[in-house]
């Protein structure tokens, strides 16, 4: 089947420690994203990579940082820089297109202790 | 002003009840909308996408007004497994970005 996968499905880390949650993809979409949700608040993007090797930041990327050394894979690093890092962390893919929608995992909850 | 505004409610709605939402973006040159849905805990999912000439799928009707920059999602005959939040996406330009809005929580009650 295809899809996106995001694991740990909940994660806990004490104040800090740097934490990276996974991101894998096997619909062979270029594009994808990170976004994290607070209650009460949309969906924020963090960073996002339109095609391997390449990814640009988002609206608050601040403490964060990612990779894309293959097209399946788009970890997310929460590092000890991120002031409140609590949050639900939301993976998304989409094939490239600009007006296509995206199609997301089934999130992260992490929890910093 | 946020660039996309939702009312987030609750909206809480009888069965069979119809139901709309609006959404109002800031950025003009916005080129494509979107609903979804998201429920508790979950991720969200595409409802349904957003085309200029209005769109019905079911019992769910979008529709997009760009001379006054909103869109709206009509739900008619509410189910019980309606309950859930409703996010106004909006793909600003030709990056792919999308700009969500905090989204409108439904409740349908028996």
């Known amino acids: 089947d295809g899809g996106i996968t995001q694991s740990p499905k909940y994660l806990f880390r004490k104040e800090g420690q740097n934490v990276t949650l996974s991101c894998e993809q096997n619909?062979?979409?270029?594009?994808m994203y990170w976004y994290r949700q607070d209650p009460g608040q949309g969906l924020r993007l963090i960073y996002y990579s339109q095609i391997v090797n390449d990814f640009q930041k988002g609206d608050i990327a601040e403490g964060y940082s990612v990779s894309r050394e293959k097209k399946e894979s788009f970890p997310l690093t929460v590092t000890s820089a991120q002031k409140n890092p609590t949050a639900f962390y939301l993976c998304?893919?989409?094939?490239?297109?600009?007006?296509?929608?995206?199609?997301f995992g089934p999130g992260t909850r992490l929890t910093v202790l | 002003r946020k660039e996309v505004e939702q009312d987030p409610g609750p909206f809480n709605v009888p069965e069979g009840a119809t139901v709309a939402f609006n959404c109002t973006y800031s950025n003009s040159a916005s080129q494509s909308f979107f609903w979804y849905r998201q429920d508790c805990r979950k991720e969200p999912k595409l409802l349904m996408s957003?085309?200029?000439s209005g769109n019905e799928d079911g019992r769910f009707t979008a529709q997009l007004n760009r001379a006054s920059q909103y869109i709206s999602l009509l739900i008619r005959d509410s189910k019980l497994s309606d309950s859930a939040t409703y996010l106004c996406v909006v793909n600003a330009n030709n990056t792919g970005k999308l700009i969500f809005g905090q989204g409108t929580t439904l409740q349908v009650k028996p």
């Open positions: 957003v085309y200029s």
């Open positions: 619909l062979n979409h270029d594009a």
């Open positions: 998304a893919s989409c094939p490239g297109l600009a007006h296509n929608e995206q199609f």
